[in-house]
């Protein structure tokens, strides 16, 4: 009975199947790409015991599919895991120690916290700051007892608001237009530095005319080549004391505002925090940072001083380290010289050597800061000193050389200036260096001046070898002689020619030594001879009373601006005697044209040669060349010569550029 009963149930599926006719599911592919069965069968079926079957085996199909992949990603893991163990492929320590070196937070191991320490979400524990603070402690002891000293000692040397007068910025361009006394920058004219009021000028002829000193990283002592790619590795200052790391994340808030440009907003965080930690000295020299790109924004001098008064307030705060001091210092001497403010930067160079003497670097930038006020004597002092120490020292090497020729010790100059440049330290791959090298071996007779000109054309010092100007503006015409109606200044031309007499009467009419208007030459671009000149303009101004001595001469030029308001130039008498020889040189710009107007000129004897082209003058006629070439002359003649020089602006400079140049 039971096995009947059980029967009939078999038979009626048996009959429901053969009635009902099949339908296959339709084949469906789900979001992880595999085909899944879907039964399109009634409800009532699809509840079933046939249709739920073939449901569950199409889901376990696709279930064993998915396992089985895996399953095998999963084994290929564990023998690629097996085979770099096995294998040794990675060196486990070595990273697990590199990765110590992240430990932010103090527990060992480099972790998601440490990531959030590193990343500025979260602070680092106060205990770990102390303890760092500890370990450090004991050589900030030993340090700042020294430094607190020396700041004592020279405390009152430079006030603020008392600073020493500002020395004159507007120093003569040699006669000869050479660079050949000591220090003229070498810069182009982008790089011309002045302050935001334009209180400072750049000029050529002397030390005193550069505004700013590149302070870079030199060399300053002899050191085996694996010390040097050590130093390589720049050893980043420490600028914070032991309290200030307590304080770094809000000092690093500040930091960020300054560093993105939100000089305002920065000023005010570092003030609020100078309000809130008074003996902070990092608090205070990063307000100070802030005020000075403040001044750069606003192009304002008088909040650059307020830096500079913060600056000085920051080095002297008890506690300061001495890498912040150092840092201090030499942002408030750089800015110092940027208003032109010598003497100023001066003062605080000679505290910075007082604090670190071992540092050669800013032994080297205080010889430059004597150099800029003049005083080459002491300047002297600081490089011997320098290369006693560090006789190997490039930057001093170079400047020591560059002294030397000032003095006219000519022969003495040269190995300090071509083992300066050849050593290649920083600082010294400057267009000054090279042309001076250049000309002291041309003095000398040696023909490898050429080779240094070459290697300076090369560096992009100068335009080419024989065009060796230092204060430029690219793209302008170059060649060494010009016609006059290559300048397009016929009318200024015409107008010398036809009245050359009434300029040569006046000429010689104070000519007379006893008048004392003719003064000797004093750029040592002489070798031999008499060179006198009487100047009436320069840099685009009347030389003082000189026109009253020849009125007419002067009432022909007041009309023609190219001349009179040539900025980079003179207009002068110039007379040599017999026997005199000028060296090869070459002028300071490539900025004008050099006009001479024959006065008394001897039918023999007289010569100047720019470039490889030799010329005479004439009475009544004008020569004009560009004077940034090399040129050199020669009065071999039984009288004197007698010549009018008037100097223009090349033609191609617009009338903003002839506006905004700085005088020459």
């Given at each position: 009975?039971?096995?009947?009963?059980?029967?009939?149930?078999?038979?009626?599926?048996?009959?429901?199947a053969?009635?009902?006719?099949?339908?296959?599911?339709?084949?469906?592919?789900?979001k992880?790409?595999?085909?899944?069965?879907?039964?399109t069968?009634?409800?009532?079926?699809?509840s079933?015991?046939?249709?739920?079957?073939?449901?569950?085996?199409?889901?376990?199909?696709?279930?064993?599919?998915?396992?089985?992949?895996?399953?095998?990603?999963?084994?290929?893991?564990?023998?690629?895991?097996?085979?770099?163990?096995?294998?040794?492929?990675?060196?486990?320590?070595?990273v697990?120690?590199k990765?110590?070196?992240?430990?932010?937070?103090?527990?060992g191991?480099?972790?998601?916290?440490?990531?959030?320490?590193?990343?500025?979400?979260?602070?680092?524990?106060?205990?770990?700051?102390?303890?760092?603070?500890?370990?450090?402690?004991?050589?900030?002891?030993?340090t700042?007892?020294?430094?607190?000293?020396?700041?004592?000692?020279?405390?009152g040397?430079?006030?603020?608001?008392?600073?020493?007068?500002?020395?004159?910025?507007?120093?003569?361009?040699?006669?000869?237009?050479?660079?050949?006394?000591?220090?003229?920058p070498?810069?182009?004219?982008?790089?011309?530095?002045?302050?935001?009021?334009?209180?400072?000028?750049?000029?050529?002829?002397?030390?005193?005319?550069?505004?700013?000193?590149?302070?870079?990283?030199?060399?300053?002592?002899?050191?085996?080549?694996?010390?040097l790619?050590?130093k390589?590795?720049?050893?980043?200052p420490?600028?914070?004391?032991?309290?200030?790391?307590?304080?770094?994340?809000?000092?690093?808030?500040?930091?960020?505002?300054?560093?993105?440009?939100?000089?305002?907003e920065?000023?005010r965080?570092?003030?609020?925090?100078?309000?809130?930690?008074?003996?902070?000295?990092?608090?205070r020299y990063g307000?100070?940072l802030?005020?000075?790109?403040?001044?750069?924004?606003?192009?304002?001098?008088?909040?650059?001083?307020?830096?500079?008064?913060?600056?000085?307030?920051?080095?002297?705060?008890?506690?300061?380290t001495?890498?912040?001091?150092?840092?201090?210092?030499?942002k408030?001497?750089?800015?110092?010289?940027?208003?032109?403010r010598?003497?100023?930067?001066?003062?605080?160079?000679?505290?910075?050597?007082?604090?670190?003497?071992?540092?050669?670097a800013?032994?080297?930038?205080?010889?430059?800061?004597?150099?800029l006020?003049?005083?080459?004597k002491?300047?002297?002092?600081?490089?011997?000193e320098?290369?006693?120490?560090?006789?190997?020292?490039?930057?001093?090497?170079?400047?020591?050389?560059?002294?030397?020729?000032?003095?006219?010790?000519?022969?003495?100059?040269?190995?300090?200036?071509?083992?300066?440049?050849e050593?290649?330290?920083?600082?010294?791959?400057?267009?000054?260096f090279?042309?001076?090298?250049?000309?002291?071996?041309?003095?000398?007779?040696?023909?490898?001046?050429?080779?240094?000109?070459?290697?300076?054309?090369?560096?992009?010092?100068?335009?080419?070898?024989?065009?060796?100007?230092?204060?430029?503006?690219?793209?302008?015409?170059?060649?060494?002689?010009w016609?006059p109606?290559?300048?397009?200044?016929?009318?200024?031309?015409?107008?010398?020619?036809?009245?050359?007499?009434?300029?040569?009467?006046?000429?010689?009419?104070?000519?007379?030594?006893t008048?004392g208007l003719?003064?000797?030459?004093?750029?040592?671009?002489?070798?031999?001879?008499?060179?006198?000149?009487?100047?009436?303009?320069?840099?685009?101004?009347?030389?003082?009373?000189?026109?009253?001595?020849?009125?007419?001469?002067c009432?022909?030029?007041?009309?023609?601006?190219?001349?009179?308001?040539?900025?980079?130039?003179?207009?002068?008498?110039?007379?040599?005697?017999?026997?005199?020889?000028?060296?090869?040189?070459?002028?300071?710009t490539?900025?004008?044209?050099?006009?001479?107007?024959?006065?008394?000129?001897?039918?023999?004897?007289?010569?100047?040669?720019?470039?490889?082209?030799?010329?005479?003058?004439?009475?009544?006629?004008?020569?004009?060349?560009?004077?940034?070439?090399?040129?050199?002359v020669?009065?071999?003649?039984?009288?004197?010569?007698?010549?009018?020089?008037?100097?223009?602006?090349?033609?191609?400079?617009?009338?903003?550029?002839?506006?905004?140049?700085?005088?020459?």
């Open positions: 009975m039971e096995e009947t009963v059980l029967e009939e149930p078999i038979c009626e599926e048996a009959i429901l053969e009635e009902i006719p099949e339908v296959k599911p339709a084949a469906m592919v789900n992880n790409g595999v085909k899944a069965e879907a039964a069968a009634s409800g009532g079926v699809a079933g015991g046939v249709a739920s079957g073939g449901g569950g085996a199409a889901s376990g199909f696709s279930g064993t599919k998915i396992f089985t992949w895996f399953m095998v990603l999963a084994l290929l893991g564990v023998w690629s895991s097996v085979a770099v163990v096995w294998l040794d492929l990675v060196d486990y320590d070595n697990i120690g990765l110590s070196a992240y430990d932010a937070d103090g527990d191991d480099f972790d998601v916290e440490d990531a959030k320490v590193l990343l500025g979400v979260k602070e680092r524990p106060v205990s770990l700051v102390q303890k760092e603070a500890k370990e450090e402690s004991a050589v900030e002891e030993q700042e007892p020294i430094v607190k000293k020396v700041i004592q000692t020279t405390e040397t430079e006030e603020e608001g008392q600073l020493p007068p500002n020395p004159s910025q507007e120093q003569q361009a040699p006669e000869g237009e050479s660079p050949d006394a000591v220090g003229t070498a810069k182009s004219e982008d790089a011309t530095e002045e302050s935001f009021e334009g209180k400072l000028a750049v000029e050529a002829g002397s030390f005193e005319a550069e505004a700013a000193v590149q302070v870079e990283e030199r060399n300053a002592e002899d050191q085996p080549e694996d010390m790619k050590y390589a590795k720049k050893k980043k420490k600028l914070l004391n032991t309290f200030e790391k307590t304080i770094k994340a809000e000092i690093d808030a500040a930091e960020k505002l300054r560093k993105k440009g939100k000089v305002e920065a000023v965080a570092f003030d609020t925090l100078v309000q809130q930690y008074p003996q902070s000295p990092r608090c307000k100070a802030a005020e000075d790109d403040l001044a750069e924004k606003m192009r304002s001098n008088d909040m650059l001083q307020k830096a500079l008064s913060t600056y000085k307030e920051a080095s002297e705060l008890p506690n300061a001495p890498d912040l001091i150092k840092a201090t210092l030499k408030r001497a750089e800015r110092q010289q940027f208003l032109g010598m003497r100023g930067a001066l003062a605080t160079l000679e505290k910075l050597v007082q604090i670190f003497p071992e540092d050669m800013l032994k080297n930038d205080l010889g430059v800061a004597h150099l006020i003049g005083d080459n002491s300047a002297k002092r600081v490089y011997e320098v290369l006693a120490i560090a006789p190997s020292n490039g930057f001093a090497k170079v400047h020591y050389g560059f002294i030397l020729k000032s003095e006219n010790k000519i022969a003495e100059s040269i190995p300090f200036l071509r083992d300066g440049l050593s290649g330290d920083p600082g010294t791959d400057d267009g000054r090279y042309f001076h090298l250049g000309d002291a071996l041309q003095r000398m007779g040696d023909d490898s001046a050429y080779k240094w000109y070459e290697r300076g054309h090369q560096r992009g010092h100068f335009a080419s070898v024989w065009q060796r100007s230092l204060y430029n503006v690219d793209g302008l015409k170059a060649q060494p002689w016609t109606k290559d300048t397009g200044y016929m009318d200024l031309i015409k107008t010398l020619e036809r009245n050359w007499r009434t300029i040569r009467d006046e000429a010689l009419s104070v000519m007379d030594k008048t003719f003064v000797p030459e004093e750029e040592n671009l002489r070798e031999k001879g008499e060179w006198g000149q009487f100047t009436l303009w320069q840099q685009g101004k009347k030389a003082g009373e000189a026109c009253h001595s020849v009125p007419k001469t009432g022909l030029l007041e009309r023609y601006p190219e001349a009179t308001g040539c900025k980079r130039g003179q207009i002068k008498f110039s007379v040599m005697q017999p026997g005199t020889h000028v060296w090869p040189h070459t002028g300071p490539n900025c004008r044209l050099r006009m001479h107007l024959g006065l008394v000129i001897p039918k023999t004897g007289c010569k100047i040669r720019c470039t490889n082209d030799t010329r005479a003058w004439e009475e009544g006629k004008v020569l004009i060349f560009d004077d940034s070439f090399e040129h050199e020669w009065q071999d003649a039984d009288s004197y010569r007698l010549i009018f020089i008037v100097d223009v602006w090349h033609p191609e400079l617009t009338q903003y550029q002839r506006q905004t140049l700085s005088p020459i």
